[in-house]
């Protein structure tokens, strides 16, 4: 698996990063063996970034992904997490809270450091507070040796914007438009570039929406999206293609990212989308889904409190 570095934080992540949002059983339910086999089954095909957040199954996703590395050598993984959205309802982004919760993501990880420590979901909060309280904070903690790097994630591309060029953010997690339906973010490259942020592309399924199996009932898109969504999966298996693969190909070909994190729950996907990254991309296969996604192309949904 090829490696990047991660823009100036001096930490190697993978091409395709692991997603552990489904090991907080945000898909479905699922048996934390099993989780744990993918957890292994990764690493053992060299993916070395593990994205998880304490929101993910109420601490669930943390705690399942802790056990899974425990015992791994500490060099072999890098390790994000985030701090400032806990629950729907539950959204505290003070100096005191992300301190506490970075103790507390540590315990359940198991570990005595962070890789990279994120403010998730910059929407919800109040931004002025993140740029003023919330990462100074995380940088005392990049101080005292607990995390290495500090980012953001987010929905909202001028949220995330606004917050980077105000003060300075090691990285950005965007989810869900760098994909087959929707390539925003390539338009705000620039506008990303000059903040000196490093962009992290997760979701290039669009959390789902872009599989065979289709998304979850939660998933927020408009229904005309994710109908168009069905029907490029359906063009797809109709000519004995799989949307999933076009989808992951498309991500890791084209978009230049260090990293892509894909959520995953069983080490069967993980294993797919390792040999699927080294296959060629399907140009005319790429094409006839574009026209078919052409009526929904860009097209997303609205995220996080109004001002924002
Ligand atoms: P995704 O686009 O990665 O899609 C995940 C879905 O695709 C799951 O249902 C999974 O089972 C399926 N899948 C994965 N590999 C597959 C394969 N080879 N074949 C068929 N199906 C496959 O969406 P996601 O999981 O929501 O996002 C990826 C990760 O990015 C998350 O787990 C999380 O770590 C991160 N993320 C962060 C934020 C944030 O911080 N705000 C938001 C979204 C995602």
């Known amino acids: 698996m090829k490696r990047n570095m991660l823009g100036s934080t001096g930490l190697e992540v993978s091409e395709v990063g692991f997603g552990a949002s489904p090991l907080g059983a945000v898909y479905g339910a699922f048996a934390e063996p099993d989780g744990i086999d993918a957890v292994h089954a990764a690493l053992d095909l ?31 993984y890098v390790l994000a997490t985030k701090v400032g959205r806990y629950g729907d309802e539950d959204v505290d982004f003070s100096a005191e809270r992300v301190k506490r919760s970075v103790q507390e993501s540590l315990k359940r990880l198991q570990t005595d450091h962070i890789g990279l420590i ?79 942020a490093e962009v992290i592309n997760a979701s290039p399924l669009a959390m789902g929406a872009l599989t065979q199996q289709g998304p979850a009932a939660w998933h927020p898109a408009p229904a005309p999206v994710l109908e168009r969504c069905a029907a490029a999966a359906a063009l797809c298996r109709s000519l004995g293609a799989d949307i999933a693969r076009l989808a992951v190909q498309f991500a890791v070909a084209t978009g230049g990212f260090a990293t892509n994190v894909i959520g995953t729950s069983g080490a069967q996907d993980i294993r797919r989308t390792v040999r699927w990254i080294e296959q060629p991309l399907d140009q005319a296969l790429l094409r006839a889904v574009d026209t078919c996604l052409a009526p929904v192309r860009d097209q997303g949904w609205i995220n996080g409190l109004p001002d924002n």
């Open 46 to 76: 060299g993916v070395c970034f593990f994205d998880v957040s304490p929101y993910y199954g109420a601490t669930l996703a943390e705690t399942v992904l802790g056990k899974a590395l425990h015992g791994v050598d500490r060099a072999d």
């Open 118 to 196: 994120q403010c998730h979901d910059i929407e919800f909060g109040d931004l002025g507070q993140i740029v003023h309280e919330t990462l100074p904070a995380l940088r005392e903690l990049e101080d005292a040796g607990l995390v290495r790097a500090v980012g953001v994630t987010g929905y909202p591309l001028d949220a995330l914007r606004y917050v980077a060029a105000r003060v300075r953010v090691d990285t950005v997690l965007s989810y869900c438009q760098y994909t087959l339906q929707d390539r925003r973010r390539a338009q705000r490259r620039r506008a990303f570039a000059e903040t000196g």
